[in-house]
């Protein structure tokens, strides 16, 4: 029996990239409060980035990071693997078209499991959407600390329509 290929990833157009990380970086005002940057935007998955400032401890005896900044951290990089998989999926579009896809996307379950004390310079940010489906995205974030260690590790369902 032999293996099927897997589907091409295509890479999205520079002006789709650019609309994205405009929406998700100046226009989701809250993320520019985290920090929150777009390090990679691939159709299977996207990366992030967050500088450790005053602003975001949590526990100041540790310099450790508020449990709410990872939370909303991997909640926003939830949101944004569903807008590159809804991205992906309609890449017969124009990229202005595809960015007017994303009105009614919210979340509607977020879970967050706390492995390790959030402590370091900076902390990266994955996420990737295990289904996408016609009313319902579900996801898998992960938040890593400067060595690359998992920190935290979330899972979310969002609603797309």
Same mark, same amino acid.
């Given at each position: 029996?032999?293996?099927?290929?897997?589907?091409?990833?295509?890479?999205?157009?520079?002006?789709?990239?650019?609309?994205?990380?405009?929406?998700?970086?100046?226009?989701?005002?809250?993320?520019?409060?985290?920090? +929150?940057?777009?390090?990679? =935007? @691939?159709? #299977?998955?996207?990366?992030?980035? %967050?500088?450790?400032?005053? &602003? !975001?401890?949590?526990?100041?005896?540790?310099?450790?990071?508020?449990?709410?900044?990872?939370?909303?951290?991997?909640?926003?990089?939830?949101?944004?693997?569903?807008?590159?998989?809804?991205?992906?999926?309609?890449?017969?579009?124009?990229?202005?078209?595809?960015?007017?896809?994303?009105?009614? +996307?919210?979340?509607?379950? =977020? @879970?967050? #499991?706390?492995?390790?004390?959030? %402590?370091?310079?900076?902390? &990266? !940010?994955?996420?990737?959407?295990?289904?996408?489906?016609?009313?319902?995205?579900?996801?898998?974030?992960?938040?890593?600390?400067?060595?690359?260690?998992?920190?935290?590790?979330?899972?979310?369902?969002?609603?797309?329509?």
């Amino acid at each position: 029996m032999s293996k099927s290929a897997a589907p091409a990833v295509h890479e999205f157009e520079p002006a789709f990239i650019a609309g994205l990380k405009s929406i998700f970086e100046e226009k989701i005002v809250f993320n520019q409060v985290l920090g +929150l940057k777009v390090t990679a =935007l @691939r159709p #299977d998955g996207v990366t992030g980035r %967050i500088d450790m400032k005053p &602003e !975001l401890v949590g526990h100041f005896a540790y310099n450790r990071v508020h449990g709410g900044v990872i939370s909303a951290g991997l909640d926003a990089m939830g949101g944004l693997a569903v807008m590159a998989a809804i991205g992906a999926k309609h890449m017969d579009e124009a990229p202005e078209q595809r960015l007017h896809r994303f009105a009614k +996307l919210g979340t509607i379950d =977020l @879970r967050i #499991d706390y492995l390790r004390p959030g %402590i370091g310079s900076h902390f &990266e !940010l994955r996420a990737q959407v295990l289904r996408l489906g016609s009313r319902v995205a579900t996801t898998r974030m992960e938040f890593l600390g400067p060595d690359g260690e998992i920190m935290s590790a979330g899972a979310a369902a969002y609603i797309v329509s």
